[in-house]
């Protein structure tokens, strides 16, 4: 049975579900506007902020065998954004977490043509051993716990080897740390 395509809700440039649906394809074809989470696995203790930061999937399409750190994907036409992040972080490492242990971030507008989303940013704060985590959908090759100057340094140095930038890195994680204080 061939593989249905993911559906998407469509909204306005002011983040407003239209009531129209289209497929992956035809949102960043037609640069349809449409929605995404992007969900920051953060451990913080002793005034240090720590990312859980993983190595893409080989096969993805966007930054292939690539580290990355956050995890999320497109919201599915009729899902809120919640359940998303919680699904997101099941189905790419085995994380079962709830939507009330979350941390509503900043919702960010892109405007790259045909790459039009909001991307509505979540924080998990959590120390829970990475041992125990499965990457059973095959989106997430291996995961490791790295501190944010350690992630910004091998950025900056290795460029290449990242999906995002170490100022967008930076300024989310600041948006954390004002929450947290």
């Avoid at 944010?148 to 460029?159: A, D, R």
Wanted: proline residues 3%; glycine residues 6%.
């Amino acid at each position: 049975m061939p593989m249905t395509e993911e559906q998407f809700d469509i909204v306005d440039e002011q983040n407003k579900v239209t009531g129209k649906v289209c497929s992956r394809v035809d949102a960043h074809t037609l640069g349809l506007w449409h929605r995404t989470v992007h969900v920051y696995y953060l451990n913080y203790k002793e005034n240090v902020c720590s990312v859980l930061v993983h190595l893409r999937s080989a096969s993805k399409d966007l930054y292939p065998s690539c580290w990355d750190t956050r995890f999320g994907g497109h919201i599915k036409a009729g899902e809120s954004v919640e359940q998303t992040v919680v699904d997101e972080l099941a189905e790419e490492i085995g994380l079962s977490v709830a939507a009330s242990e979350l941390l509503a971030g900043p919702i960010r507008k892109r405007d790259k043509y045909p790459n039009r989303e909001f991307t509505h940013t979540y924080f998990f704060r959590g120390s829970k051993s990475i041992d125990g985590l499965s990457f059973t959908d095959r989106e997430v090759q291996e995961v490791k716990w790295m501190t944010i100057e350690e992630i910004v340094t091998s950025m900056q140095h290795e460029p290449r080897n990242w999906s995002g930038s170490p100022e967008s890195l930076v300024e989310v994680i600041q948006t954390f740390l004002a929450t947290v204080e």
